[in-house]
């Protein structure tokens, strides 16, 4: 499975990507931001509790490395102009490019320092999936994405909301991340359970 998804044609893994953020941003959109809205308006502007794109960012960053970028900043496009009502566009509309680029690179950025120190953790460099790893790795992104996020939104967010949404930015982008992780897995054993029992068949 994860070796197709490798060799994927460059335009088909765009449009895969592409396409998986879009969806998982809808998700996040439809049935996380009302019931967040609720309680944490200021920050539900700018965060999410639950953010499942960044494990869209994550994944697709594991299976085809540098390459996984802009697809990742086409699909964060595409999100705010379907999903993003337009009062908060035009509130965000400043720095609307500049939040699309930190968040497309921040998983890039995270498996390239796990790297540097010597942990490899790109697709198809193990027989077994770390998904240890690639959790740590998406927790090391999130806070490269808050980090960035912080910067780009600071002339936008009161002073007593940025730690907050700082906050709020990582624990959501890690538990989207994990969200991703089990729906992956569970993906995983629903194919190798159906090879299994075509099997005998055959």
């Not at 449009?15 to 609720?38: D, E, F, K, R, S």
């Not at 960012?57 to 699909?75: C, E, T």
């Not at 566009?89 to 400043?94: A, D, I, S, Y």
């Not at 609307?96 to 697709?123: P, R, T």
Request: net charge neutral; aromatic share 12%.
């Amino acid at each position: 499975m994860i070796r197709v998804l490798q060799f994927l044609p460059g335009f088909q893994s765009f449009a895969v990507i592409t396409a998986a953020y879009v969806i998982c941003h809808g998700l996040t959109a439809w049935a996380v931001t009302p019931v967040q809205n609720m309680f944490l308006p200021e920050i539900t502007v700018f965060a999410s509790l639950i953010y499942l794109p960044h494990g869209v960012r994550v994944l697709s960053v594991w299976l085809f490395g540098w390459r996984a970028v802009l697809p990742l900043a086409s699909g964060a496009f595409l999100s705010e102009l379907m999903f993003t009502s337009a009062n908060v566009q035009q509130l965000m509309e400043p720095v609307l490019l500049e939040s699309i680029a930190v968040g497309a690179f921040a998983a890039f950025a995270g498996f390239e320092i796990a790297w540097l120190f010597g942990w490899d953790l790109y697709a198809g460099q193990a027989r077994r999936i770390a998904w240890t790893g690639l959790l740590a790795v998406g927790a090391l992104a999130s806070v490269i994405n808050s980090l960035g996020q912080s910067v780009v939104f600071s002339g936008l967010i009161f002073p007593r909301d940025q730690l907050p949404v700082m906050a709020v930015y990582a624990a959501g982008d890690l538990i989207g991340l994990a969200v991703c992780m089990v729906a992956l897995m569970l993906i995983f054993r629903w194919i190798r359970l159906s090879g299994a029992g075509r099997k005998p068949q055959e």
